[in-house]
T-cell receptor
Framework: DAGITQSPRHKVTETGTPVTLRCHQT?????MYWYRQDPGHGLRLIHY???????DKGEVSDGYSVSRSKTEDFLLTLESATSSQTSVYFC?????????????FGNGTRLTVT | AQTVTQSQPEMSVQEAETVTLSCTYD???????LFWYKQPPSRQMILVIR??????QNATENRFSVNFQKAAKSFSLKISDSQLGDAAMYFC??????????????FGKGTKLTVNP
C-alpha cells in the first residue's frame, strides 16, 4: 500500500460547475500524476507534478488545471465541467522503489457530469 | 510520441490453462521500461510485472511471465495455470528511461480477460 487517498470516491455534478478532486499521499514522494480512464482509451495522462509548485501538462490537459502547494497533496480542478469530462480519474505516485520503479495508483474517483 | 498497442480487446481462457496477451509499442528510444498492470472489477490498478529494455532476460513473477522481443517491439504477457481471480482488464504500459524526471507512463487501451470455470 503506497498510502494514496483520493477524494471523493464518487461525484455527480452539473455542466458548468467547478470541481476539484484531491489526491493525498502519506509518504512524501516527489512525482504525482493524474490520469483519466475511459472505455476504449485506456489511461491517459492529464497533468503531472515533479515537486511542490512544479507541474506540467500531459496529453489530455485541456479543461483541467492542477496545483501542488504541499508535497502530499495534488489537486485536479475542472474549472467548468463538461459532459466529456465524465470519466474515472486516477491519481498515481512514483515511489522510486524497485527497478524500474512503477506507478502506484489510488482507487480512483468516478465523476459524472450531467 | 510513443504509442502502445494492445490488439486484443477481449480474450478468454479456461481455468488452469495458459493465455498470452499481446502488446506492441512504438519508440525510437533505446532506454525504456515496460509494465503490465491488472485492473479487476474493484477498479484498483495492480502492477503485475515489469521489464527493463536493456535486460534480455524475460521477467517472471510466479504464474506471470513476459516474452520481450526488443527488435520487434513486442512485450506479451503469459499467464499460466489461469485462475478465476485473474479475470480483469490488463494494461500494457511504456516509460522512457530517465530524462531528468519527466518520464511519463503511456498505456495501451487494455485487454479484457475472462476466465471460464
Amino acid at each position: 500500500d503506497a498510502g494514496i487517498t483520493q477524494s471523493p470516491r464518487h461525484k455527480v455534478t452539473e455542466t458548468g460547475t467547478p470541481v476539484t478532486l484531491r489526491c493525498h499521499q502519506t509518504e512524501n514522494h516527489r512525482y504525482m500524476y493524474w490520469y483519466r480512464q475511459d472505455p476504449g482509451h485506456g489511461l491517459r495522462l492529464i497533468h503531472y507534478s515533479y515537486g511542490v509548485k512544479d507541474t506540467d501538462k500531459g496529453e489530455v490537459s485541456d479543461g483541467y488545471s492542477v496545483s501542488r502547494s504541499k508535497t502530499e497533496d495534488f489537486l485536479l480542478t475542472l474549472e467548468s465541467a463538461t459532459s466529456s469530462q465524465t470519466s474515472v480519474y486516477f491519481c498515481a505516485i512514483r515511489t522510486g522503489v524497485g527497478r524500474p520503479s512503477p506507478l502506484h495508483f489510488g482507487n480512483g474517483t468516478r465523476l459524472t457530469v450531467t | 510520441a510513443q504509442t502502445v498497442t494492445q490488439s486484443q480487446p477481449e480474450m478468454s481462457v479456461q481455468e488452469a490453462e495458459t493465455v498470452t496477451l499481446s502488446c506492441t509499442y512504438d519508440t525510437s528510444e533505446s532506454d525504456y521500461y515496460l509494465f503490465w498492470y491488472k485492473q479487476p472489477p474493484s477498479r484498483q490498478m495492480i502492477l503485475v510485472i515489469r521489464q527493463e529494455a536493456y535486460k534480455q532476460q524475460n521477467a517472471t513473477e510466479n504464474r506471470f511471465s513476459v516474452n520481450f522481443q526488443k527488435a520487434a517491439k513486442s512485450f506479451s504477457l503469459k499467464i499460466s495455470d489461469s485462475q478465476l481471480g485473474d479475470a480483469a482488464m490488463y494494461f500494457c504500459a511504456y516509460r522512457r528511461g530517465s530524462q531528468g524526471g519527466s518520464e511519463k507512463l503511456v498505456f495501451g487501451k487494455g485487454t479484457k480477460l475472462t476466465v471460464n470455470p
